[in-house]
């Protein structure tokens, strides 16, 4: 989770990653910072994202963002 | 059958007595009719053309649900290792993406065949000429069925949510035709998702009087929003901009600012009619407007207007361009060699222009719409690029943001641009939107709205004075809709209260309302589309 959390402040560093558990819902990130968020984690874990998971809930927090790589990298 | 015809008000009360009168699990039936006579009563062929899109869709989207039903049988048996199940998820995702790709070339080549035929050949002509080949100028006398552009979209969403698995197919024929003919929503929106209204659509609804109170209350707003203040400002702004080549730049502008508050007047009256209408059965239809002139910048103006379009757009074109395997390498490699910065900007670059040409595009067949498509994809990636520098000199400067003025000055800003766009957008041509952009800049001539001038277009001095009245109490609602849910803080009030309101709303309808014998109405903007 600590390394998920700085690959993600290195692509969103003003983003409160730490305390925020709506981030899309919310409107703290759009859709080109989601963009952003699955370039970094894509080329840090080496996984697909495919386009079924661009739900906002996979995208809130970082729990919820360490949960959809999880899965990803199961399938 | 207009929505704010009277035969419409008949049509709904008929409609809403069979619906309670029949069994809850068959008032969908009911529900089926309305569709079929609302729709027929436009043109038997338009329904052709939409039961064509209904019918490919509903084939396509079952053929998908019986795949994903054989993977799901295949992996509950546990019989193959995980190689196996890898690939043979694969080759399912394949062969549902081959029907995909069948259904989306089907209701796609349909809306292209009616609505960019005569488009595609004026163009083709165009060049022809450019090039001094001979042609005959011919071109087809198409049918535009109702809400072409709104249900194709539906269609999409539908075929691709059956694709990815978020949805189950529907497999009863006739309750997927209910579901994409839905009346309240099928001439101008929202654009639904079947996730949503699907699930509402076929649940069993018992009668409420606060739903028939809440629908009532929505389709008395929305008449209000409509004939009196849409109407009004639409004979202002067809006047002012039927004699652009003379009119002065304050004029015009004024014109195009009148224009800017009457497509809202306009589109979000026909959204409360239409969830007003929904509503009477017990359906909620997703909000399409979130009072869009509050908007502190562009990207957020159209998050806030026509809400499920800019959705859908982000859901099925900018996503998937975004996170294809083309964009995400160049993001890689510009991130690389530039920084992250500059690969964020130019991955979001592609997908915006796309998404916005798209939307021009869809609001129908004409350049001026490409290009103020092409004006907000820029504004933007402009905004995109520029926000982090404007918020370093915001700070250098030292200016107050969280208060007031800079939250006006913000609104200000976004409702100026969105003006700009909005001259493309209700000029006949791209030429004619430049003339009147020119004359705005170049021209002042006060005069033409001095000493009651500016009453001789179309709308005078009485007439003024209803529309600036409608304007502060459209403004008083929607400032009261920011803080709380108006609806239900109304449903609070003292009895008498609510009547007086009420009784007020219906007889300023009654009284201020553009509508009756010889009075021809402009019809809503966004069913043109």
Not at chain 2, 311 to 331: A, E, G, H, T
Not at chain 2, 377 to 401: C, D, Q, Y
Not at chain 2, 512 to 525: R, V
Request: net charge positive.
């Amino acid at each position: 989770m600590e390394e998920l959390l700085n690959v993600l402040k290195r692509a969103l560093p003003k983003v409160d990653w730490e305390t925020d558990m709506a981030l899309v819902d919310d409107g703290v990130i759009d859709s080109v910072d989601v963009v952003s968020v699955i370039s970094e984690i894509t080329d840090e874990y080496d996984i697909e994202i495919p386009s079924e998971e661009m739900e906002p809930e996979n995208f809130n927090s970082v729990e919820a963002i360490y949960e959809m790589i999880q899965r990803l990298k199961e399938d | 059958m207009s929505y704010t015809s009277f035969i419409y008000l008949v049509f709904i009360a008929l409609t809403f007595c069979a619906y309670y009168l029949i069994l809850p699990r068959y008032r969908w039936v009911i529900l089926l009719a309305a569709n079929f006579v609302f729709y027929a009563v436009s043109g038997w062929d338009n329904l052709l053309v939409i039961l064509l899109s209904i019918t490919a869709s509903y084939l396509v989207a079952v053929r998908m649900g019986d795949l994903h039903a054989r993977f799901r049988e295949v992996k509950a048996a546990g019989e193959l290792d995980k190689a196996q199940l890898k690939e043979l998820k694969e080759q399912n995702r394949k062969q549902r993406q081959r029907w995909l790709v069948l259904g989306l070339i089907v209701v796609l080549a349909v809306l292209i065949a009616v609505k960019y035929t005569n488009f595609l050949l004026r163009n083709v002509y165009s060049v022809m000429n450019l090039f001094g080949i001979a042609h005959d100028d011919l071109f087809f006398q198409l049918v535009m069925p109702l809400g072409i552009s709104f249900y194709t979209f539906q269609i999409i969403s539908y075929m691709v949510d059956v694709y990815k698995g978020k949805i189950e197919p529907q497999r009863n024929f006739l309750k997927y035709a209910t579901y994409v003919s839905f009346f309240p929503s099928v001439v101008q929106g929202p654009i639904p998702r079947y996730s949503d209204l699907g699930t509402q659509m076929f649940a069993e609804h018992r009668f409420s009087f606060d739903n028939l109170h809440d629908g009532a209350l929505l389709i008395l707003w929305g008449f209000a929003k409509k004939l009196i203040l849409a109407e009004r400002l639409n004979f202002f702004v067809t006047d002012v901009y039927s004699n652009y080549a003379t009119n002065s730049g304050v004029l015009l502008m004024l014109a195009t600012m009148a224009f800017s508050i009457q497509i809202y007047a306009d589109f979000s009256s026909c959204m409360d009619i239409a969830s007003g209408t929904a509503r009477l059965f017990g359906i909620r239809l997703a909000p399409n407007f979130l009072r869009p002139y509050f908007s502190k910048t562009m990207p957020e103006f159209w998050r806030r207007w026509h809400v499920t379009l800019g959705n859908w757009f982000k859901d099925y074109v900018f996503y998937p361009i975004s996170i294809s395997k083309f964009s995400l390498k160049l993001n890689k490699k510009v991130r690389k060699l530039f920084g992250g910065e500059v690969g964020r900007i130019v991955t979001s670059c592609i997908p915006v222009l796309a998404v916005w040409i798209l939307t021009g595009i869809w609001h129908g067949p004409e350049w001026k719409y490409v290009i103020w498509g092409l004006f907000h994809g820029m504004l933007i990636m402009l905004s995109t690029i520029f926000a982090p520098h404007i918020e370093n000199m915001v700070k250098k400067l030292h200016i107050r943001t969280e208060c007031f003025s800079f939250r006006l000055f913000q609104m200000c800003r976004t409702f100026f641009l969105c003006c700009v766009g909005r001259v493309f957008f209700r000029a006949g041509s791209v030429r004619m939107s430049l003339t009147i952009l020119k004359r705005i800049c170049t021209t002042t001539g006060f005069y033409q709205i001095a000493n009651g001038k500016l009453y001789l277009h179309g709308v005078n001095a009485a007439n003024m004075k209803v529309v600036f009245f409608a304007i502060v109490v459209l403004f008083t609602v929607s400032v009261l809709q920011e803080k709380m849910d108006v609806l239900e803080a109304f449903k609070k009030q003292n009895l008498i209260f609510r009547w007086l309101l009420i009784y007020a709303l219906f007889f300023a309808v009654l009284i201020f309302g553009c509508y009756g014998p010889g009075f021809d109405p402009s019809g809503f903007i966004y069913e043109k589309f």
